[in-house]
């Protein structure tokens, strides 16, 4: 098929499979669960990129967090690099129960997207000292998971509508809304020394820095309850040694007036958001998040 000038600038305009899309990867490395890696590399790709793995909620899929977000856009005004990995496991769900995962250098998801990441930091020049994670649901549950068994790797994470690192650990049922278990989606309670301790424990001996956290949590949140956000602010707070300095209301609050903003130490290091009338799960606000991150 032979393309004319007029139908090729009209592509272009249109920016029809010319310019940047979701691509999967095979081959990237370890990967013992045999997830799936996508990713999302712009058309500027900045010299020394900044990394961000997007983890998608329970039932989604690369694809879907894809499109449902604006981080697309976003990178390509930025140049950072977004990895969108993907489980068909557990109704689409991820492994946030399994020790392999709950332990540095264990195995399970968090293996494979430790190799995802070690693939795109070397093969697109990535700068290690901004890769990021954030995601919904089950993917807030995991980002929990990959800040706390690898808090060398990451600068910051963003968890909405997630639980704390550790509360699912052990069960046998499957980590999906619709399991058994239902004790952590409850908003199961710990005191934040023994959050911290399940933190501490994936990783001994390690005294390095730690990931700077988000949390975002619908006070409407009906599937996972509301206490799960308040339990890991006190699970981060603990492992920073941070405590609750100021509470913000109102128009002045950066993810919308709907939302209470709690601030612990000067809010540089953990910082979380309660919506009124927030459901399951609460939207992202990517320029929030962003600014967090230190990207904008």
Known sequence: MKFTNTVVGSLVSAGVALGASLQQVSN?????????????????VASKPAVIVALHPCGGSASQWYSGTKLPSHSDTNGFIVIYPQTTRYSNCWDVNNKGSLTHGGSGDALGIMSMLNYTLSKYNGDSSKVFVMGASS???????????????????????????????GSTSD??????????????????????QFVFNAYPGYTGKRPRMQVIHGLADTLVRPQCGYEQLKQWSAVFNLTNTKNN?????????QYTEML?????KLVGYFGQGVGHFAPPNESVMLKFFGIL
Not at 28 to 44: A, D
Not at 177 to 196: D, I, K, M, R, V
Not at 249 to 257: K, Q
Not at 264 to 268: F, P
């Open 28 to 44: 990237f490395g370890t990967n013992p669960t045999s997830i799936q890696m996508y990713i999302y590399v712009p058309e500027k």
């Open 139 to 169: 993917g807030a549950m995991m980002t929990n998971v990959m800040v706390g068994s690898y808090p060398e790797v990451f600068e910051a994470g963003a968890a909405y509508s997630g639980v704390p690192f550790a509360c699912l650990a």
């Open 175 to 196: 980590p999906t809304p619709f399991g058994t278990n239902q004790t952590c989606a409850q908003g199961l309670q710990h005191t934040p020394e023994q959050w911290a």
């Open 249 to 257: 209301t109102g128009s002045s609050v950066s993810e919308g007036s």
């Open 264 to 268: 612990y130490g000067d809010g540089s």
